[in-house]
């Protein structure tokens, strides 16, 4: 869709909301593919909500303008603060290790304008890894299936989600861990995966075994939906 088909208010819509806990190192590299969104009137603001780093996560957030919110260490507390603080109409939950797409801020802005009105919907990336392996592909095949098949992406695949629809279904939960998988619950049906793939860091997987790693990911999700406590979960995912 053309841009000037587009009708928004004056301000740019979307808020990027990263959490963070001594990622600074490695944040300029989000931070700079979040840049295209400026170009195409798409970013509003940056706000990195952090969990207690001892990194120097402010003097980063000072030199690229984003606003910097702080508290206790948990990710989806991290991600409450963010969007508490954003004033977009749009949020675009992010994490420090994924990197948005060449194009991310177009199909936003597409998808913003088919859900402005009526039933808003959220968005998310489909997921590749910043990786040639085999396994690295296969993996990603099977999350891209697991987000189309079942509307469960995780936190590392992005999502963009309107004001209105994040209140009306209360947001994230107050979870160490499984926040991504408790608000795509919520948003059972409410998603759309764009094609456009997001790329995010394999060193995990790599270090652990892609097979392992995998193998790990899909018993802490059963766990989790057992009713296995995240807290137990987080602790022993750490």
């Known amino acids: 869709m053309a841009r000037a088909q587009r009708k928004f208010t004056m301000r740019a819509p979307i808020s990027v909301i990263i959490p963070t806990l ?24 940056l706000v990195i909500s952090d969990g207690g780093s001892s990194d120097d996560i402010s ?8 606003e910097l919110v702080t508290g206790e260490a948990g ?29 991310w801020s177009e199909a936003a802005l597409d998808h913003i304008q088919a859900h402005q009105s009526g ?12 990786s040639t ?9 099977w999350a891209n299936l697991r987000s189309r098949r079942f509307g469960l992406p995780y936190g590392d695949q992005a999502l963009l989600i309107s004001r209105a629809l994040y ?4 947001g994230y939960p107050d979870l160490p ?12 049906g409410q998603i759309v995966i764009n094609p456009l793939c997001v790329q995010t860091d394999p060193a995990r997987y790599q270090s652990n075994g892609w097979l392992r790693q995998g193998g790990q990911n ?10 296995v406590d995240p807290a137990q979960l987080h602790r022993d995912y750490r």
């Open 22 to 45: 001594n990622v600074a190192a490695n944040l300029p590299d989000c931070l700079a593919r979040t840049m295209e969104g400026l170009n195409a009137g798409a970013l509003r603001e």
């Open 59 to 66: 003097t980063l957030a000072h030199a690229v303008g984003a």
């Open 75 to 103: 990710r989806g507390g991290q991600l409450i603060r963010g969007a508490q603080a954003a004033h977009g109409e749009w949020l675009l939950f992010l994490h420090a290790d994924t990197w948005l797409p060449e194009g």
């Open 119 to 130: 039933a808003h919907k959220a968005m998310a990336f489909s997921l590749s890894f910043r």
């Open 133 to 141: 392996a085999l396994m690295a592909r296969i993996t990603a095949g």
């Open 167 to 170: 209140d009306q279904i209360g």
């Open 177 to 188: 861990l499984m926040e991504d998988v408790a608000i795509a619950r919520k948003l059972k």
């Open 218 to 227: 899909l018993w802490r999700l059963f766990r989790y939906l057992i009713g």
